[in-house]
């Protein structure tokens, strides 16, 4: 990460957008590309916010699954810097003042919060909720929790929900399994399912029925009724979930060897109670 905020960086950043917008128009104040090489960061694609996402550690990358697969969830500004920290004039005692401005260079430090969240509520009001991500280690150096304090009475006085998220409140599982199906949630690139889309998921969702039938069978069997190449039944499946036509149980981890029915599947327009047509492994 950087190591030394100058009056220069800041400028620079400013300068460059980052920390403004909203949706596709945001940019992240901290990018992949600021970080040093040993860290833990991704860049990846987020279809509700139609662009690039930076993320910095693996807990930030799961908690970021859970949000974008979220259909409570409008937008999400990750890295946010609160650049108007110090124009909040936010009660702080004499030890966590001395946290405000650099040692070294006396620049005013500029507080980053993990996500900056749209969310919208049971009415369609939207509003907004800041979560900072941290290991459960990191809560044991006095240094996180003075900043975590600031950014707290920060939002305290905007009259934002604010939170700190550790692994302790991450369904792990549940963030791995939203992350395999996203992956496939753009299939643009496999022509074959594009030109027959309609005819593959209503044939999908028909053999998906059998709840005696596992994955596996019904993948060979979708390849093999198209002339498909190998893995693409998966790839179909994937992007169904991805894109909530299919839904089933992702909590646990999902085992293309085990029965359909395992997983509580829910498949549109299709009554549960067996397919016609039997499955042939």
Known sequence: MIREWKDSTIKRFLKEGRGSGEGSEYKSWLQVQDINSQGRSTRTYSYKSQRVIHLLSDLQLYYWYLLEFDDMVLDVREQFPLLDFHEMN????????????STKTDVPHVFIVSFMVTRIDQSGNSFYEARAIKSSTELTKKATIERLEMQRRYFEKKQIDFGVVTEM?????????????LTAYDIQD??????????????????LSNHTATFQMVFQRIEKDYQLDEGLGLILFKHLVATKQIKLDLNRKIDMSRNVEEYRIELPGIKSGGDKHAVNG
């Open 190 to 207: 496999y022509p074959n399912l594009v030109r027959n889309f309609l005819y593959l998921k209503e044939d999908l969702l028909r053999y």
């Open 169 to 181: 409140n991450i369904n792990k599982q549940l963030a791995r399994n939203i992350g395999w199906v």
């Open 90 to 101: 936010i009660p702080i005692d004499q030890e966590l003042e001395k946290k405000l401005f």
